[in-house]
């Protein structure tokens, strides 16, 4: 017989799979407890990832039903740095730009505070304002009402006020009634509707909307819109833009700020992906921890088993059995951990989108992400105690009782 | 089965465990290695088990030139011409005798079904058909070596080795055992029992004495 004719048999996949897991069942507290480091680690990064997808999913839905086609005019600053004003035709112009569909307007009323009773000290404005408002104004801007009606040709005629979401909660006001009034600019005006937050025209919320006659009648408004927007085809939305000051105010095109609202959402979600890429590095540390515990455990499981090694090689395994085996239980302590992790991830991004009122979004790249942070950790942990048990001489090991 | 020539086996730091052992034995013998403490025998017993190599001669197990074969080849020679039996048993606990027994032939490259099948045919062979399921734990000292027995040669392995196999036995189980390694050796196998009781290797055929690393006797020991 040569010596070339024996050779070592390898490994069935499911003997590899029984081997790996003897560690698991022969100590199950500790396999339990260097696994939870792991799920820790993937947990936190999958629930970071989880829940800044599904708040980006709720922004993408918000963004989606109320368009990004609003664009806004407001009057900037002159030369010499006082307050501009729009011209009293701005809105009659910006309606004659060709692809505008719709235009609504709101006026600042200068100097009209608004509060629930005459009994506040005047000082107590709540930081709200008294605005009036175009008729038209719930169609261009996609403000919803909450509770009673919007402004019609004779309420906004009347001492009648529409307050925003923040206003209403800021003075008191639950819902819209006949005999609910409030004080604005030293009048009483009946709350007839209340409305729901705008996102795409924050001013709204912390305003006592007024009809525009009514406040030029009675609070002496001056008729110069504050904020104008409009609504234009999609495709049309940058043309628009490009021409909406000098159209606003062709005498000053230069006192004219044009801002298109959905622009401030889009860049609150991207303030919010840094924040994401930070959480994701403390998620990552953690599992760089689970992982140190998982190498630890896998060094004492070694170290414990010098006699099971030292008689594996007597029935014949090669050093190659041996680091396959401990690799394997390494990889499988991971793996377990990893699974739990992604589940416990998916499960917080679950319950907080839904305490969120969000759609809960888990990108299928992230649990791909997890599988493969997982299997590179576990590799990494049994890398240097399964080619430490491997070289490990047969007579060594079975000298340890 | 078994050629050394002239083989010695130092270890760092300069202590001699075999000092120049010569020894052939044929096919089919039951051989008592015997000695002292330290004589040499547990270094004897890794090199003719392939588990540790010899600082300097020649070593011929089963027909292969130890030198001449790898680390892999080694471990290969071991899982199909070698099975050992340890005075420890070293048997996995909260595993079934039925699976440590199968276990034995993990690195033979046998399906588990097949493995399972001859581990309960060799456990039927012992006599420990109706203990299958026992954990070690369950089984008497004497059963459980006959346990290690059975795992040593599951895969008929042309050579079985015996590291002081009735050591941690009373004197009735060991009986016992030695009498299932007569049997197994007039089935054919080449039994080398390692031990240092003179009672059990006067009762086998040929004995090696061995003495600071060096063979001292050989022959029939009567009572010197």
């Known amino acids: 017989m040569r010596a070339e004719d024996i050779h070592p048999a390898g490994l069935r996949p499911g003997d590899v799979l029984r081997g790996g897991a003897v560690g698991l069942r022969t100590r199950p507290l500790r396999a339990a407890l260097s696994a939870l480091g792991i799920a820790i680690g993937i947990a936190a990064m999958v629930a970071v990832v989880g829940i800044s997808s599904s708040s980006r999913a709720d922004l993408d839905r918000t963004l989606d039903s109320l368009g990004t086609n609003l ?12 307050l501009a004003k729009l011209p009293a ?25 608004v509060y629930r009773t005459d009994r506040i000290p005047a000082a107590e404005t709540g930081g709200l304002a008294a605005y009036a408002v175009r008729t038209d104004l719930p169609a261009a801007t996609g403000a919803r009402l909450r509770d009673g009606t919007w402004l019609n040709a004779a309420t906004a005629r009347h001492p009648a006020v529409v307050l925003g979401a923040t206003a209403a909660e800021r003075l008191g006001v639950g819902r819209a009634a006949p005999e609910v009034r409030v004080l604005v600019g030293g009048q009483w005006f009946t709350v007839v509707g209340i409305l729901q937050p705008a996102p795409l025209a924050p001013e709204l919320d912390i305003g006592a909307l007024v009809g525009w006659p009514a406040a030029q009648d009675r609070l002496g408004f001056d008729g110069h819109a504050t904020t104008v927007y409009t609504r234009s085809a999609d495709a049309a939305v940058e043309d628009v833009r490009s021409v909406l000051g000098a159209t606003a105010n062709p005498a000053a095109p230069n006192e004219v700020e044009v801002s298109r609202p959905s622009d401030a959402l889009a860049a609150k979600r991207a303030a919010g992906e840094a924040f994401t890429r930070l959480l994701l590095g403390v998620g990552a540390v953690a599992l760089l921890v689970g992982g140190v515990g998982v190498a630890n455990t896998m060094v004492i499981s070694v170290l414990e088993r010098l006699a099971e090694i030292g008689l594996r090689r007597a029935l014949g395994a090669t050093r190659g059995h041996i680091r396959t085996q401990f690799l394997a239980e390494s990889l499988l302590l991971s793996a377990l951990g990893g699974a739990a992790g992604a589940l416990l991830g998916a499960g917080v991004t679950a319950s907080y989108a839904a305490s969120q009122s969000w759609p809960p979004v888990v990108p299928v790249w992230t649990l791909a992400g997890a599988l493969a942070a997982t299997l590179a950790t576990g590799t990494l942990a049994g890398l240097y105690p399964a080619v430490h048990a491997g070289r490990l001489p047969p007579t060594t090991a079975l000298a340890t009782p | ?12 730091g300069g202590v001699t465990a075999l000092a120049g052992v010569s020894l052939t034995v044929a096919a089919g013998e039951l051989v008592a290695v015997t000695g002292p403490s330290g004589s040499g025998k547990s270094t004897l017993l890794h090199v003719l088990g392939t588990l540790d190599r010899p600082t300097s001669g020649g070593v011929r197990i089963a027909g292969y030139d130890v030198a001449a074969l790898s680390d892999a080849g080694l471990s290969a020679l071991r899982a199909h011409r070698i099975g050992f039996v340890f005075q420890q048993f070293h048997l996995a606990g909260g595993t079934t005798a039925l699976d440590n027994v199968a276990d034995g032939l993990l690195y033979t490259g046998l399906r588990r079904a ?32 006959r346990v290690a027995v059975a795992r040593a040669v599951a895969g008929d392995p042309p050579l079985l080795l015996a590291d002081e196999p009735t050591g941690a036995l009373d004197t009735a189980s060991g009986a016992a055992v030695v009498e299932l390694l007569r049997e197994l050796n007039g089935a054919g196998t080449t039994v080398v029992v390692i031990t240092h009781e003179r009672e059990l290797a006067a009762a086998l055929p040929r004995q090696v004495r061995l003495r600071d690393g060096r063979l001292e006797h050989e022959g029939t020991v009567h009572g010197t």
């Open chain 1, 71 to 82: 664009l806004t005019v407001s009057p900037g600053r002159t030369m010499d740095g006082g």
């Open chain 1, 89 to 113: 035709r701005a809105e009659d112009m910006v309606a004659r730009i060709g692809p505008v569909a719709s235009v609504s307007a709101i006026g600042r009323v200068a100097d009209a505070n």
């Open chain 2, 114 to 145: 097949e493995r399972r099948r001859r581990a309960e045919r060799v456990l039927h062979r012992v006599g420990l058909g109706h203990r299958m399921e026992h954990r070690p734990h369950e089984l008497s000292g004497g059963e459980r070596q």
């Open chain 2, 1 to 12: 089965m078994i050629e050394l020539t002239n083989v010695t086996r130092t270890y760092a």
